[in-house]
Protein backbone atom coordinates (compact mmCIF):
# COMPACT_ATOMS: atom_id res chain seq x y z
CA UNK A 1 0.00 0.00 0.00
CA UNK A 2 1.16 3.57 -1.05
CA UNK A 3 2.54 6.31 1.65
CA UNK A 4 0.90 9.27 2.23
CA UNK A 5 2.38 12.81 3.82
CA UNK A 6 0.30 13.31 6.66
CA UNK A 7 0.88 16.90 8.59
CA UNK A 8 0.36 16.05 12.04
CA UNK A 9 -0.36 18.70 14.58
CA UNK A 10 -1.26 16.93 18.05
CA UNK A 11 1.13 14.42 19.29
CA UNK A 12 1.15 11.77 16.44
CA UNK A 13 3.64 14.86 15.15
CA UNK A 14 6.37 13.11 17.34
CA UNK A 15 8.12 9.68 15.55
CA UNK A 16 8.30 8.55 18.62
CA UNK A 17 4.50 8.68 19.55
CA UNK A 18 3.89 7.10 15.74
CA UNK A 19 6.18 4.27 16.98
CA UNK A 20 4.26 3.58 20.45
CA UNK A 21 1.23 2.76 18.60
CA UNK A 22 3.01 0.58 16.24
CA UNK A 23 4.02 3.00 13.30
CA UNK A 24 6.94 2.30 11.30
CA UNK A 25 7.98 6.27 11.68
CA UNK A 26 11.96 6.72 11.99
CA UNK A 27 11.52 10.76 11.99
CA UNK A 28 8.75 13.31 11.46
CA UNK A 29 9.90 16.40 9.32
CA UNK A 30 9.46 19.78 11.38
CA UNK A 31 7.04 22.11 9.24
CA UNK A 32 4.35 24.69 9.40
CA UNK A 33 0.90 25.16 8.19
CA UNK A 34 -0.13 28.62 7.58
CA UNK A 35 -3.56 30.07 7.67
CA UNK A 36 -4.52 27.74 10.62
CA UNK A 37 -5.01 28.16 14.65
CA UNK A 38 -4.16 25.66 17.03
CA UNK A 39 -7.06 24.78 19.76
CA UNK A 40 -7.25 22.52 22.36
CA UNK A 41 -10.89 22.20 24.01
CA UNK A 42 -10.27 18.93 25.02
CA UNK A 43 -8.12 17.48 22.17
CA UNK A 44 -6.16 19.55 19.78
CA UNK A 45 -7.74 20.64 17.09
CA UNK A 46 -7.18 23.17 13.69
CA UNK A 47 -9.38 25.96 12.44
CA UNK A 48 -9.04 28.09 9.10
CA UNK A 49 -7.71 31.74 10.34
CA UNK A 50 -5.62 33.31 7.71
CA UNK A 51 -3.35 35.21 10.65
CA UNK A 52 -2.06 31.92 11.92
CA UNK A 53 0.53 29.74 11.71
CA UNK A 54 0.81 26.02 13.37
CA UNK A 55 3.71 24.12 13.74
CA UNK A 56 3.89 20.36 13.36
CA UNK A 57 5.55 17.13 12.30
CA UNK A 58 5.41 15.50 8.59
CA UNK A 59 4.94 11.89 8.56
CA UNK A 60 4.94 9.40 5.35
CA UNK A 61 3.35 6.79 6.42
CA UNK A 62 0.40 4.10 5.12
CA UNK A 63 -3.09 4.93 4.56
CA UNK A 64 -3.83 2.12 6.80
CA UNK A 65 -1.74 3.50 9.35
CA UNK A 66 -3.46 6.59 9.20
CA UNK A 67 -6.97 4.67 9.47
CA UNK A 68 -5.70 3.04 12.44
CA UNK A 69 -4.81 6.36 13.95
CA UNK A 70 -7.85 8.42 13.37
CA UNK A 71 -9.93 5.05 14.53
CA UNK A 72 -8.29 4.45 17.75
CA UNK A 73 -9.29 8.53 18.02
CA UNK A 74 -12.82 7.76 17.46
CA UNK A 75 -12.91 5.05 19.64
CA UNK A 76 -11.48 6.64 22.94
CA UNK A 77 -12.81 10.29 22.63
CA UNK A 78 -15.26 9.58 20.25
CA UNK A 79 -13.82 12.24 17.91
CA UNK A 80 -13.86 12.07 14.56
CA UNK A 81 -11.14 13.90 12.14
CA UNK A 82 -11.83 14.49 8.72
CA UNK A 83 -8.66 14.78 6.15
CA UNK A 84 -8.02 18.03 4.26
CA UNK A 85 -5.22 18.77 1.84
CA UNK A 86 -2.52 21.46 3.01
CA UNK A 87 0.29 22.76 1.93
CA UNK A 88 3.27 22.52 4.46
CA UNK A 89 5.82 24.65 4.61
CA UNK A 90 9.62 23.06 5.94
CA UNK A 91 12.32 24.88 7.69
CA UNK A 92 13.98 25.44 4.06
CA UNK A 93 11.25 27.40 3.04
CA UNK A 94 10.16 24.57 0.26
CA UNK A 95 6.51 23.49 0.48
CA UNK A 96 4.87 19.70 0.52
CA UNK A 97 1.74 18.63 -0.11
CA UNK A 98 -0.41 16.72 2.77
CA UNK A 99 -2.96 15.83 4.20
CA UNK A 100 -4.45 17.11 6.97
CA UNK A 101 -6.61 15.96 9.61
CA UNK A 102 -9.65 18.41 11.61
CA UNK A 103 -12.38 17.50 13.34
CA UNK A 104 -15.66 19.31 13.49
CA UNK A 105 -17.62 17.58 16.44
CA UNK A 106 -15.38 18.12 19.26
CA UNK A 107 -17.63 19.43 22.17
CA UNK A 108 -15.86 22.45 24.08
CA UNK A 109 -14.48 21.50 27.26
CA UNK A 110 -11.06 22.37 29.42
CA UNK A 111 -8.42 20.51 27.98
CA UNK A 112 -6.87 17.70 29.61
CA UNK A 113 -3.36 19.23 31.41
CA UNK A 114 -1.28 16.07 30.88
CA UNK A 115 -2.09 16.08 27.63
CA UNK A 116 -1.27 19.59 27.05
CA UNK A 117 2.10 19.06 28.68
CA UNK A 118 2.66 15.87 26.14
CA UNK A 119 2.09 18.01 23.04
CA UNK A 120 4.07 20.60 24.86
CA UNK A 121 6.85 18.64 24.91
CA UNK A 122 6.40 17.14 21.36
CA UNK A 123 6.65 20.61 19.75
CA UNK A 124 9.74 21.51 21.89
CA UNK A 125 11.25 17.88 20.39
CA UNK A 126 10.60 19.53 17.00
CA UNK A 127 12.09 23.10 17.61
CA UNK A 128 8.62 24.81 17.06
CA UNK A 129 9.24 28.38 17.92
CA UNK A 130 8.99 29.21 22.27
CA UNK A 131 5.82 31.56 21.73
CA UNK A 132 4.24 28.50 19.83
CA UNK A 133 5.05 26.09 22.71
CA UNK A 134 3.54 29.09 25.05
CA UNK A 135 0.22 29.20 23.00
CA UNK A 136 0.06 25.73 23.84
CA UNK A 137 0.63 26.05 27.28
CA UNK A 138 -1.93 28.68 27.64
CA UNK A 139 -4.54 26.09 27.76
CA UNK A 140 -3.55 24.40 31.00
CA UNK A 141 -5.68 25.88 33.50
CA UNK A 142 -4.04 28.99 35.68
CA UNK A 143 -3.06 26.81 38.62
CA UNK A 144 -1.22 24.20 36.87
Known amino acids: ?3 AWVFFYGTFM ?3 I ?3 YGINCEATIPVKLNG ?3 SIRPRVNLKKN ?3 VSYGGLA ?3 HQDI ?3 YSHLNDKFGINYYPY ?3 AELVDGSVKPALCYISFDIQDSLADPDYVNELARCATELQAPEAYIGHIKSFLRPAE
Open 1 to 3: MEN
Open 14 to 16: SAK
Open 18 to 20: LRD
Open 36 to 38: YEL
Open 50 to 52: GSC
Open 60 to 62: HIS
Open 67 to 69: SRL
Open 85 to 87: PVI
